[in-house]
């Protein structure tokens, strides 16, 4: 049975208040798609190398989220938000005129997509949750790193008053490799770094040997959203009868004994909830695609089944 092709898509812009969203739509685009939405700091080319394993038959929405890839920033002032980013799915589902949404999400964008069903239950028909349950509950140290946060996003919207005028600091390609392998805890490998890359790197025209990231810095400064462990079950009890795939990557710690509570809810009140681990660190769809297929695509076969006429013709021997 065939898979999807990087090659096959087409480039959407889809309008919201502030600009656009960009996204690229692979596979078919004759039928509703699966929404794919990326994590904190990354864009839609973190899906680069899990889109070639998935059912040649579905269509894949990738979209960078507001701030990051291609995608236009908020209006200067604005804070970055989970819960804004969460709402680009209604917004998106508005503007393409789509009455439900399949979502699949890694880590933030995983944490979107359980934000979303528990708030609009009726508008999902599954989710697929790659090294993301919710976010993590609330402690007094967040208190300190809001008001970290406040000082860094002012300093951001300075710096990016001055980058309209001014190139960027630019760097080798070998560097910004390295800084991307640095900066996400060694979870993205040196020879994988170029998928993040492509969509906010840029050559320099002052050192034409090296290149400048062009994204909104702003991001890293969101706000996240903060939680008890009460309000956590409560969502989590509004999502049922969904069919609900988490994938863990076992070297990492963004899933760990504190969602046990959750993960049991969520298994309850789902007969089709799945939860698998798999090798490999928190950006295991990157690097260990292949592992993380073999539970994604019988999950979408079923959930997402090809359709009748396309099942017959992949029954029938080709004619020589």
């Known amino acids: 049975m065939g898979t999807l092709s990087l090659s096959d ?5 889809i309008a919201v208040p502030w600009g656009h969203i960009s996204g690229r739509w692979y596979g078919n685009r004759r039928e509703r798609p699966i929404l794919a939405l990326h ?5 839609l080319g973190s899906f680069d190398r899990l889109i070639p394993l998935l059912p040649h038959y579905l269509g894949i929405l990738c979209i960078d989220l507001p701030g990051y890839g291609h995608s236009s920033g908020l209006p200067a002032g604005i804070q970055y938000t989970f819960v804004e980013w969460a709402y680009c799915i209604g917004r998106i589902m508005k503007e393409l005129k789509w009455k439900k949404v399949s979502l ?11 934000l979303h069903t528990c708030l609009a239950p009726h508008t999902v028909d599954f989710v697929i949750s790659i090294e993301a349950v919710l976010n993590p509950v609330g402690t007094v140290w967040d208190l300190s790193l809001y008001g970290f946060n406040i000082d860094k996003f002012v300093e951001e919207e300075e710096r990016n008053s001055r980058a309209s005028i001014y190139e960027p600091k ?4 070998d560097n910004l490799c390295d800084y991307l392998y640095d900066s996400t805890l060694e979870s993205v490998p040196t020879n994988r770094a170029q998928h993040l890359l492509n ?14 990231l062009l994204r909104d810095n702003r991001t890293k400064y969101c706000s996240d959203f903060m939680m008890s462990l009460e309000l956590g079950t409560e969502m989590s009890r509004r999502i049922w009868n969904k069919p609900y795939l988490i994938i863990k990557g ?22 089709e909830f799945e939860f698998h681990e798999v090798p490999g660190s928190h950006h295991v769809h990157l690097t260990n695609a292949e592992d993380c297929a073999k539970y994604i695509v019988p999950f979408l ?4 089944p090809a359709p009748k006429k396309e099942e017959v013709s992949l029954r029938l021997p080709h004619k020589l």
């Open 39 to 43: 994590g904190w700091q990354d864009n």
């Open 199 to 212: 969509r906010v790197m840029y050559r320099s025209q002052l050192y034409p040997d090296k290149f400048y």
């Open 170 to 173: 630019s760097y080798t390609l």
């Open 9 to 13: 898509y087409e480039d959407v812009s």
């Open 250 to 271: 076992a070297d990492s710690p963004f899933i760990t004994d504190k969602d046990n509570e959750i993960l049991s809810i969520l298994g309850n009140q789902n007969p």
């Open 104 to 114: 699949m999400g890694h880590s933030m964008g995983g944490v979107m997509g359980f």
């Open 301 to 304: 076969r079923r959930h997402r």
